[in-house]
């Protein structure tokens, strides 16, 4: 009798194990065919083209700026940077009559000269000896005519620039001066919406030297 309930309980326990092995059995199947489903999945996603990222600001008024791609900027070009230090010499050298464009030109010099640099200083002192407005009221004008733009250099940050201002009185040529200068430059991101508006290339004369040149 008691060999009997022996072998029945036995036979229980091997039942039992059984149907646990394959329970188990199948609870592992289902977490490896899981497995491969979110694999599959982030292998997918990772395939599939990356969404580029843009800076976005916000200038002082609430106007939303797209000022470039979340990403390392490339140096500009030389073409662009020969470019840009003629114009710079031409805005803050030149006189002209009209107040409104005389504006302009001072806008565009401060708008690519940082504050704190000491190109902003020499800026500072130069209008404030050269009033280009008290000029063109004694009926002065400078016409800025750039000769040459080259290098300083292996970083191209620094560049020499020469060139030939042309005074007139009353529409009255009455010389003419040649000067060379050094520009140092550098490459930032503008933060409002008038710096992008006047200097998009965020472009930037951080030190400047002039003088007169002698032949």
């Known amino acids: 009798m008691n060999y009997g309930k022996a072998r029945a309980n036995l036979k229980d326990i091997f039942a039992q194990q059984q149907s646990d092995k394959k329970i188990y059995r199948r609870a592992f199947f289902v977490s490896m065919a899981l497995n491969f489903v979110l694999v599959t999945g982030i292998t997918v ?4 083209h990356k969404t ?16 470039s791609r979340a990403e390392a900027a490339d140096w500009p ?7 840009w230090v003629g114009q710079y010499v031409q805005n803050l050298r030149t006189v002209v009559t009209d107040s409104r ?6 806008d565009w010099v401060y708008a690519s000269t940082p504050r704190g640099t000491s190109a ?15 000029l063109a009221r004694d009926g002065h ?18 560049w020499q620039a020469k060139w ?30 008038k ?13 400047l030297q002039t003088t007169q040149a002698y032949s």
């Open 77 to 83: 070009s030389d073409r662009i940077l020969v470019s």
């Open 120 to 134: 902003h200083t020499f800026i500072n002192t130069w209008y404030s000896e050269n009033n280009p407005y008290q």
């Open 195 to 207: 710096s992008v508006i006047v200097n998009p290339l965020g472009i930037f004369i951080t030190e």
């Open 164 to 193: 030939e201002e042309s005074t007139y009185v009353n529409g009255v040529k009455r010389g003419s001066v040649k000067h060379t200068g050094i520009f140092t430059m550098d490459v930032a991101q503008n933060t409002d919406l």
């Open 141 to 158: 004008t400078v016409e800025v005519r750039i000769e040459s733009i080259i290098p300083m250099g292996d970083s191209r940050k620094a």
């Open 101 to 106: 464009a005389q504006r302009s030109l001072i």
């Open 45 to 48: 996603v990772c395939l599939q």
């Open 52 to 67: 580029v990222p843009y800076i976005v600001q916000v200038d002082k008024h609430g106007y939303s700026i797209a000022i």
